[in-house]
């Protein structure tokens, strides 16, 4: 069993910045995909970025492409999300998920979830 717990969100003006973390624990992460995916209220829970297990490629959502960057430190067992230039847009719980060497932007290809960090973007 895998646990990942999601960490930064908060409230941040329209341009600003935000990093998220995912601590995975229970079993090491570096052999799966990792992935952020975002639901905003009254929204469809939607891909944002992955990366690859190699930790080199990532795959990004057009909304966030240019704008957000995810990463991953296998021996933290951390995943993260740079968020830059936000939009009022990208308002939404933002979840971390791991998954299988085959798993991209479907969320139904993903096996472990966290919990969701809330992002505020004012304005």
């Known amino acids: 069993q895998v646990q990942l717990v999601e960490s930064g969100g908060g409230l941040v003006q329209a341009g600003g910045s935000l990093r998220l973390s995912c601590a995975a624990s229970?079993?090491?992460?570096?052999?799966?995909?990792m992935a952020w995916f975002r639901q905003a209220p009254g929204k469809e829970r939607e891909f944002a970025g992955c990366?690859?297990?190699?930790?080199?490629?990532?795959v990004y959502a057009d909304s966030v492409k240019g704008r957000f960057t995810v990463s991953r430190d296998n021996a933290k067992n951390t995943v993260y999300l740079q968020m830059n230039s936000l939009k009022p847009d990208d308002t939404a719980v933002y979840y971390c998920?791991?998954?299988?060497?085959?798993?991209?932007?479907?969320?139904?290809?993903?096996?472990?979830w966290g919990q969701g960090s809330q992002v505020t973007v004012s304005p």
């Open positions: 990366i690859f297990s190699s930790g080199i490629n990532t």
């Open positions: 998920a791991a998954g299988p060497s085959w798993a991209t932007i479907k969320a139904t290809s993903y096996k472990y």
């Open positions: 229970g079993r090491a992460v570096s052999t799966y995909n």
